[in-house]
């Protein structure tokens, strides 16, 4: 019966599983999938090498797998996790050589960045067409992060997850890092207020200051107001430093930027930036607020729309993520409709609302008569968390 099934089907069913390198028992589902059929098997082998983790001793069962198999596995491999530090990386790039490269991968995660650093002549020789690499480390020196990444010809996007960024010595200035030259992506996941503003005061203390038509930022709020380095800031801390090297970074790129996601805990934090005037090339717009109780966005989400000069903007779409019941109140949506139809929203093809309320979900579209009348509105749901 299995094997009867189209293959449009079994690649829809497979897909379903699809899981992260860590979820063993998602993993093991997929291996399981195999066994249902011939037909199955191909499918199935592609979802499991397509994300690896890569050490001293996985890489030995690799090798082994790849040795025993009929299947072109080291084709199959798209993302590679490095969980190798030091002392292992001898013996690691002994069996490296013995695998060989792997052509097919473009994405590659470390969270040992200096032990990465120090071998990416290597690494980028055995991993020719990355164009994403995603580093977790504590505390992550500015230049070391971009030399790291210069040695991949196809380098294209940088991803920061809950990174340390210390304040950047200015002596070490005197050393520009080589920058990638196709560097146009960056993503910073869970950080604080900090650490981005140490980001983007690197980046502006470059001789060259690279481009980037795409950023993501996620900012988290410090519990209670103490920032990583111990010191306490005051409640309206955001409104009055206003991420001044954040602002003048998207000051600085103007129009050349494209795409934009701002994620916050807070909904008075820096998502309404008034810098975003400058940006005038945006095509897509995405804010996601993680929030709770006593967190109005509305009103952030309609300080956003007003900095807004964007005639290319043809994306907008606002993420909800809460268990606190939203109160709905009329008028704020009413105004949110009226925002949107300004002529600088003329070239808005959807405008999308994703919330985890049935309530809202119903209801808004007869609050938002306007975008519902141009077709551009979407609500869609979501899980709470």
């Given at each position: 019966?299995?094997?009867?099934?189209?293959?449009?089907?079994?690649?829809?069913?497979?897909?379903?599983?699809?899981?992260?390198?860590?979820?063993?028992?998602?993993?093991?589902?997929?291996?399981?999938?195999?066994?249902?059929?011939?037909?199955?098997?191909?499918l199935s082998r592609t979802h499991l090498f397509a994300h690896v983790i890569l050490n001293d001793r996985s890489i030995k069962k690799l090798l082994s797998v790849v040795a025993a198999s009929s299947f072109p596995i080291l084709t199959f491999i798209r993302a590679v996790t490095l969980t190798v530090n030091a002392a292992q990386y001898k013996a690691f790039k002994t069996v490296f050589h013995q695998l060989g490269s792997l052509p097919q991968a473009t994405t590659l995660r470390t969270s040992n960045l200096f032990t990465f650093a120090e071998n990416s002549d290597f690494l980028s020789t055995h991993f020719p067409h990355i164009s994403v690499l995603v580093f977790r480390h504590k505390d992550a020196p500015f230049l070391e992060?971009?030399?790291?990444?210069?040695?991949?010809?196809?380098?294209?996007?940088?991803?920061?997850?809950?990174?340390?960024?210390?304040?950047?010595?200015?002596e070490s200035l005197a050393s520009e890092p080589r920058i990638p030259p196709h560097w146009d992506s960056l993503t910073l996941g869970f950080m604080t207020h900090r650490d981005i503003e140490n980001l983007f005061e690197a980046l502006l203390s470059l001789d060259t200051i690279p481009i980037l038509s795409s950023l993501s930022i996620y900012s988290r709020k410090p519990k209670k107001h103490v920032d990583r380095l111990g010191s306490h800031l005051p409640p309206d801390f955001l409104e009055e430093n206003a991420f001044e090297f954040?602002?003048?970074?998207?000051?600085?790129?103007?129009?050349?930027?494209?795409?934009?996601?701002?994620?916050?805990?807070?909904a008075h934090s820096y998502i309404a930036l008034p810098a975003l005037e400058h940006n005038t090339g945006l095509e897509s717009l995405a804010l996601q607020f993680n929030y709770g109780p006593g967190t109005d966005i509305l009103p952030t989400?309609?300080?956003?729309?007003?900095?807004?000069?964007?005639?290319?903007?043809?994306?907008?779409?606002?993420?909800?993520?809460?268990?606190?019941?939203p109160t709905i109140v009329p008028e704020e949506w009413h105004a949110l409709d009226r925002a949107l139809a300004d002529e600088c929203f003329e070239g808005l093809r959807t405008f999308t609302m994703r919330t985890p309320w049935a309530e809202l979900e119903e209801e808004l579209p007869g609050h938002m008569p306007l975008s519902r009348a141009r077709g551009i509105l979407r609500v869609q749901a979501r899980a709470r968390w």
């Open positions: 019966m299995a094997a009867a099934l189209p293959q449009e089907l079994v690649d829809l069913i497979l897909g379903e599983l699809q899981t992260d390198e860590f979820d063993f028992l998602g993993r093991h589902t997929i291996a399981r999938c195999g066994l249902v059929c011939r037909n199955w098997l191909p992060v971009l030399n790291a990444a210069s040695p991949f010809p196809s380098f294209k996007s940088l991803c920061l997850e809950s990174v340390g960024f210390p304040p950047l010595p200015h954040l602002q003048g970074y998207l000051c600085h790129i103007g129009s050349r930027l494209r795409h934009l996601k701002l994620e916050s805990e807070n989400l309609l300080r956003v729309l007003s900095h807004l000069h964007a005639p290319r903007l043809s994306t907008v779409t606002v993420d909800v993520v809460s268990h606190v019941h």
